[in-house]
């Protein structure tokens, strides 16, 4: 076996793996003497710590070998299951004598989180349980060394003797190690390598054991990044994580990584700009993090930094939503060997040993300080508890109210998702008058004043706004032409990213209101006796899943073009209708059933007669089938788009979607396919070579629906496409001549020699993240279910309208007063954004292209955007 081989070659061929065989000695980490009642990894799986890449179940394995052998002092617990059924696991490790009155401890730890505790009250319980520390490692499966040195910390903690440091933070602390965040990225990972090396490992980066094949391991199965869905909770890795974060309760949360090979180490304290919803206690307990662990690197002669690139702003990072809970919260980089060892570019060679032993420095290093002031970081998380309910109690927009008489089902699946992750949502009934608005279908209300206020905040207010002194800088480096320093996104307001309309007021009546809870199942509204048929208003998603499912159950329903009115009634554009005469004797039962599962709403009717708009026999009406969906897959598409996009068709609308490879494309049965989808991509249209763009030319003439997302979208404006009839634009003011070659010229001031080097062939700045209004044409089917929605823009992609006579631009986006939504949007890009399209649609022989400029599908979280997209995937074939 390959794993043999090259544990046979880490004892004998010295020069080729030099230094990894060092990682457990002495000179490479803390002097401690060891029991050999404690097995090591190298006795369970084969090999020492940093000495290969341990895989998921060798893992596992040495946690189960290590808990055996100490089962007073460490329980595995599974706490998640991935999309491929590997198992997620988590360790509590502590003394005896804390583990054996572990649930006293976790109730304890409740009481403090809880917000409700005086000052005195949190203090007698600090004085008397240890601290809950968690440690997770490898949320992106490639990010290798972390659930190694989690291995290592394991059995630090349980196999070091006579060690004083190792006994206070036994005593002192509970140490949950969660060692591997996303075991399917993993083994992805661990099978390109192992795949991959041969005799010896080599340093090259260009060595195949380093080049990992599409999409790499990164991801989890649905190639989600799983460091961005915390708060969006889609993925049952970040679900199980959260759900256990909230039993435990952790005071302090690391989340360990690795980034680039010629990098060196990154703690905190984090870069700008910082969440305004963070207190400066915690920034403060993050700078003594960081100094303590300066001074182990230092200790070991490891080089580091803080302070850069790694913000503290989105909250949906493995170190945000935990500080959002109150835990004083960190991320750290280690500087990968994506294998064994890899060459930097100052010449030096980085090995995997190296970056498991720095990591482990940096986890003993964060139990270190907990274990010395324990009663003080427990006490610090009570008191952002209680902070959290005391700040908001008097604040105006105390109450977050979230209407359900539009986008029901987007509502409700909102008020479960926060439920989800911990915070109190309360329903208030029908007719109720609060914040000055009467709730004709009720309402859900957030009250800020709870445990969780922060977090609740900072994802339920329109906008989290970027510190003006940070603004200030990153608007003087855009003028020096320096790239701005943003991470991630600047906006994450889920109201809006689900399409729910919401308001804020500093007083709400909620005596008699209900909670709701994340498992509640979301109610229908059903009639029944329809002796015609039923009819399913196209409103939102849950409709749409509804008729999805139903016709994946082999019912026919028909969709409307034009709105009509049965018994004072209106029934707008979309809306299907399921005829008796067009469906099995049962198909009642069937329809009926599947709408209370899902909570949709179904109308009876009695007969097809209509006081306005089409009759059922209009040709307005058409035939709907279940859409054969198929999507770009593999080299040339962003993995991330590519797998949030078949989520979203699989998982939350209930299509299936086959993935096709894009270097099949050529010779692939497109003609099988109602709808073939390209996801954002880099460089797709070289991967498709001419061959493929002719085989989706004829695809798209001969009557299949093409939906393409951002660079897909461009890459058809081109020639060798010919299917979109727009273009992408330059910057604006870009000139198309920049003058001629040599001419001279005379420079007054600085702002004349700006201009003079600009790139006059430039796209717009590129922009992190905001979330802005579109348009609809309430006219267009496509369109049907929206006025207006809310959408995404990212990058600097923006196209020209569709003229008229092309195609028709279904959403555009606002104009420049009222199109940014959330998030700070550099000046120049909201003016020329304004108006321009979000969703085109054109014509071509028998079929039609549909373009997104911006993804629908972006974290799989703008769940106010999956009505339109099933308006391409299942609406658009009818036609």
Not at 124 to 130: D, E, G, L, V
Not at 311 to 327: E, Q, R, S, V
Request: aromatic share 10%; charged share 20%.
């Amino acid at each position: 076996m390959q794993r043999h081989i090259r544990t046979i070659l880490a004892a004998t061929s010295v020069v080729a793996l030099s230094g990894l065989s060092q990682v457990a000695s002495a000179q490479s980490y803390p002097q401690v003497r060891y029991t050999d009642a404690t097995p090591t990894l190298e006795s369970v799986v084969g090999h020492d710590h940093g000495a290969d890449v341990s895989s998921i179940p060798e893992i596992h394995e040495f946690f189960d070998a290590l808990m055996e052998a100490n089962p007073d002092r460490m329980e595995v617990f599974k706490y998640a299951e991935s999309w491929q059924g590997r198992d997620l696991i988590y360790a509590a490790i502590s003394s005896a004598e804390n583990l054996a009155r572990m649930e006293e401890i976790k109730a304890d730890m409740a009481r403090l989180a809880s917000g409700t505790l005086s000052e005195s009250e949190a203090s007698s319980i600090a004085a008397s349980i240890p601290a809950v520390v968690w440690i997770s490692a490898g949320v992106h499966g490639d990010e290798i060394s972390p659930p190694d040195s989690a291995a290592f910390l394991a059995y630090h903690l349980l196999a070091a003797e006579g060690d004083a440091l190792v006994d206070q933070i036994l005593e002192n602390t509970i140490v949950i190690i969660d060692p591997s965040q996303n075991p399917d990225g993993r083994m992805r990972f661990h099978h390109s390598f192992d795949s991959s090396v041969g005799m010896e490992p080599f340093s090259d980066p260009a060595a195949a054991e380093h080049d990992q094949p599409w999409p790499g391991g990164r991801y989890n199965h649905y190639l989600f990044d799983l460091n961005r869905d915390w708060f969006a909770m889609t993925q049952p890795e970040v679900q199980g994580r959260v759900s256990s974060v909230l039993d435990w309760h952790p005071v302090v949360y690391v989340d360990s990584h690795e980034m680039g090979p010629s990098s060196t180490y990154y703690f905190p304290p984090p870069a700008n700009p910082l969440n305004p919803n963070i207190p400066q206690e915690q920034v403060d307990r993050l700078y003594e993090m960081g100094r303590n662990h300066g001074r182990w690197f230092d200790r070991f002669g490891v080089a580091y930094y803080t302070r850069e690139v790694f913000d503290a702003f989105y909250p949906g990072y493995g170190d945000m939503w935990p500080m959002l809970n109150g835990a004083t919260a960190m991320t750290f980089e280690q500087s990968s060997a994506r294998g064994l060892l890899q060459d930097r570019d100052d010449g030096s060679v980085i090995t995997y040993g190296e970056g498991v032993r720095n990591n482990a420095l940096a986890m003993i290093s964060t139990l270190e300080v907990v274990s010395r002031d324990s009663e003080g970081y427990l006490q610090a998380y009570a008191g952002y508890r209680r902070d959290a309910i005391a700040d908001n109690r008097g604040a105006s927009d105390r109450y977050i109210v979230m209407d359900l008489s539009e986008n029901t089902y987007e509502a409700e699946s909102l008020g479960r998702r926060l439920a989800q992750q911990g915070i109190a949502v309360n329903r208030i009934g029908e007719n109720a008058r609060v914040c000055g608005t009467t709730y004709q279908d009720g309402a859900l209300v957030v009250d800020l004043a709870q445990p969780q206020g922060r977090l609740a905040r900072t994802l339920l207010v329109d906008d989290t706004p970027l510190p003006p002194d940070f603004i200030e800088e990153t608007e003087a480096r855009r003028a020096r032409g320096a790239r701005p320093e943003l991470y991630d996104v600047t906006a994450w307001s889920l109201p809006l990213m689900f399409g729910v309309d919401s308001a804020t007021c500093g007083s709400v009546n909620l005596s008699n209101a209900i909670s709701v809870s994340a498992d509640d199942p979301i109610a229908s509204d059903v009639e029944t006796g329809g002796s015609f048929g039923y009819a399913i208003p196209w409103t939102d998603g849950g409709q749409a899943r509804l008729v999805i499912a139903a016709m994946r159950e082999g019912l026919v329903g028909r969709t409307t073009d034009l709105p009509f009115v049965q018994d004072g009634v209106t029934y707008p554009i979309g809306t299907v209708v399921f005829a008796a005469q067009d469906n099995p004797r049962d198909y009642e039962t069937t329809l009926l059933s599947l709408a209370r599962d899902i909570g949709a709403e179904v109308d009876a009717m009695e007969s097809s007669w209509v006081d306005d708009g089409p009759n059922f026999g209009s040709d307005n009406f058409h035939r709907l089938s279940v859409p054969r969906v198929a999507i770009a897959w593999d080299s040339g598409t962003n993995p991330i788009s590519a797998g949030n996009t078949r989520f979203v068709i699989e998982r939350q609308l209930g299509l299936p979607v086959t993935p096709i490879r894009t270097s099949s494309f050529a010779r692939a049965n497109l003609s099988a396919y109602d709808v073939v989808v390209l996801p954002t991509s880099y460089g797709l249209g070289a991967e498709l070579g001419t061959s493929g763009a002719n085989a989706l030319q004829t695809y798209v003439r001969n009557g299949g629906t093409l939906i393409a997302f951002e660079n897909s979208a461009s890459m058809l404006t081109g020639e060798n496409f010919g299917l979109l009839s727009t273009s992408s634009e330059g910057a604006a003011g870009a000139s198309a001549d920049n003058g001629a070659a040599g001419a001279g010229t005379v420079i007054t001031s600085e702002e004349a020699y700006r201009e003079i080097i600009a790139d006059h062939h430039a796209r717009p700045d590129g922009v992190p993240g905001v979330i802005a209004r579109v348009v609809a044409d309430t006219n267009h089917w496509l369109a049907a279910g929206y006025d207006e929605a809310s959408a995404l823009y990212t990058g600097s992609l923006i196209f020209s309208p569709l003229n008229e006579a092309a195609g028709e631009n279904v959403f555009r986006f606002a104009d420049s007063d009222t199109l940014l939504q959330s998030g700070y949007l550099w000046a120049e890009n909201l003016e020329q954004l304004a108006y321009k399209p979000f969703v085109m649609y054109e014509r071509t022989g028998r079929g039609s292209v549909i373009a997104f400029a911006q993804s629908p599908t972006t974290r799989a979280y703008l769940d106010g955007l999956n009505l339109v997209l099933a308006n391409a995937l299942v609406l658009a074939p009818a036609h």
